[in-house]
């Protein structure tokens, strides 16, 4: 009886034992885990996020769930349907209504439970802070190697990106800068058309699923290819039509694709120029009708092929 005492208490750190050693937090970090606030929706560097691993506790680094069992929500924060076993424990929150949830081994906060949403099977969404969270990667170097690039700027890239996004065997999709001259421009700098850069998008995909014919067909079909002097009502250099192409295979079809529309009677004035520095743009352009909740002024799809 006297040594299960002297072990509760040691393992509770009361005879002087040290703590638990857990991550330094930040005092935005401190803000969610430990005094169990909230952070902005869409705000969070994993609500989009879609690699293969697992997520762990910021605090503690206890895995708590896996990229497996994440899904779209639109709710503007990192959402599961499961937990890994054990990994997290519910608790009535202090608003009376909702369920909390805390990491098991350390009580971070990590966010709330909901069920009946009929989001997916499980009907189970656990909303978690993106701050409460890291992530791991499952297999970092075979899963990037497989993937290829494909690079086009087709005028606004918020509308690039919104389709892009949606076409199979997409990993994913960046808006960004690139063929100007000016290392990290701002997207202010874009606009004024004065750093030769256009606006584009990165588009990262799986070789295995889908085509870089496939891809750059949707590009045209995508984006106005004719227009000359920008994209839509989007009127400046920083808006043409360009395929940046990586490597010859690349040009080459998408020089028989410019071949098939001039042929369909389209005066095509997409441009090839070779790939070179790409910039990504600032957080608050990634996935920018995604966090909207609205779809493209800017693009629309029109079958070309
Ligand atoms: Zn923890």
Redesign the pocket.
Known sequence: MLAYIFLAALMSGASGAPAPE?NKLTAEERRVIIEKGTERPWSGKYVNHKADGVYV??????P?FQSGDKFDSHCGWPSFDDALEGAIKKQPDADGVRTEIV??????HLGHVFHGEEFTPKNTRHCVNSISLNFVRRQETDETEKMEAAVFAGGCFWGVEYYMEKAKGVHSVVAGFTGGRKESPSYEEVCKGVTGHLEAVKVEYDPGKTTYEELARLFFEIHDPTQVNGQGPDIGEQYRSVIFYKNEEQKKIALKLIQILKEKGYNVSTELRPASVFYEAEEYHQDYYEKKGVKPYCHGYTKRF
């Open positions: 857990y506790c910021k605090r503690c680094d206890a708590l990491c098991s081994n350390c009580g971070a």
